[in-house]
């Protein structure tokens, strides 16, 4: 009995450990934070654009119906090289499946991983992936602002190179994971953030967010290669409070845990969030939306805590300008700004700080963005000004050894 139980002790470590190798070794490469319950949809083809941020033999996706009120069914399910235009690359077409079938039915606030699938995925690739809904759904589960052309039409096309779109948005649908098996060992940056890590003011298609040069700038260097850049944005988010209307998601504190801590690989967290906390304080009238700038400070002093208790290093950055919008600015406003920047720049609450604010400001009017950097909406940065965000940040502070030849 006791070399059986032995033999048995055995099975079960050595099952854990690979168990346990198996999941070290995923990496995630990108993300799309699912913030509000969608539309209705009919039987349909969605095709959706994304881009990988690390290289990898393997990967597999999740899908989520976290604001679903029913099941809902998909598949099949496609994934594939983008040739442009809602187009696959003819040959690297592959179906995914789920648990070994074909199909999946998640429940409704649940999440599901797609099996993996042997592929060579460079960084920075454009990847298309197609699900078909066999069945109407009432209530989808969206990323509302996707920045990226979603491609829908009645029939079944997820396998078919080409893809005639009846109809298209910018929302991303039920997807919300990439993961990849990097060929070594790969860590995770994630942005948690609002409508500027969102990327608003870039274009459609365009993969122009602040985020996006930044995993540029890691593919500039072979010593930082192998770190994944996620956004973990929500256009119109807080740090303390829930959805409001028009403030959007669950807020920082509430999804922490799932859309930064939790990702496979983290390693670094940047938080970037707060002015929309400060501008509801000025739009709504309801006494919880009026928070205080030591409210906006113990928020952020929380999250700095819960990274550095699972191990992660925690960055933040300064809340950009914003004077001469129309809804959000009052001079109230600016003065909690200013001393949110403060604390954040003084404290010694972060790891890191990355000061956006003096990168991005006019230096003629500081309450206000640089005008060649402004999108036209005086909140967020145009192009040019998400490149300078990404070139703010400081790579050595990493950690990581930078290559001589190309010190990023």
Known sequence: MRHVLNALLLSLTFSAFAHGAENERWNASWAAVPDSPGPALKAQTIRQVVRNTIAGSKIRIRLSNLYGTAPVSIGPVHLGVDAGGGQVQSGTDHTLTFAGGPKVTIAAGESVLSDPVDMEVPALRNL???????????????????????????????????????????????????EVVPSGEARTFVVLGDSIADGIGSGIDHNARWTDALAQRMQGNPSLAQIAILNAGIAGNRL???????????????????????????????????????????????????????????????????????????????????????????????????????????SGAFDVVVDFDLALRDPAHPGRLRPDLDSGDHLHPNEAGYRLMAETIDLHMLGVELRPNNPG
């Open 128 to 178: 298309v992936i197609s699900m078909y809904l066999p069945t109407q759904v009432t209530v989808s589960t969206i990323h509302g602002a996707g920045m990226q052309t979603a491609f829908m039409t009645t029939d079944d096309l997820g396998a078919a190179q080409s893809f005639f779109a009846e109809q298209t948005d910018d929302s991303r649908y039920f997807l919300t994971d990439v």
């Open 240 to 346: 303390l409070n829930d959805a409001s209307k028009p403030f959007v998601g669950p807020s920082a504190l509430s999804r922490f845990q799932r859309d930064a801590l939790d990702k496979p690989g983290v390693h670094w967290i940047l938080m970037h969030q707060g002015i929309n906390d400060i501008a509801a304080s000025h739009m709504l009238p309801s006494a919880k939306e009026q928070v205080s700038v030591e409210q906006i400070i113990e928020g952020m002093k929380t999250l700095a805590a819960r990274a550095r208790e699972s191990g992660v290093r925690i960055w933040a950055g300064t809340l950009l300008p914003f004077e001469g919008t129309k809804r959000f600015y009052s001079e109230a406003a600016e003065a909690k700004r200013q001393a949110v920047n403060t604390w954040i720049r003084n």
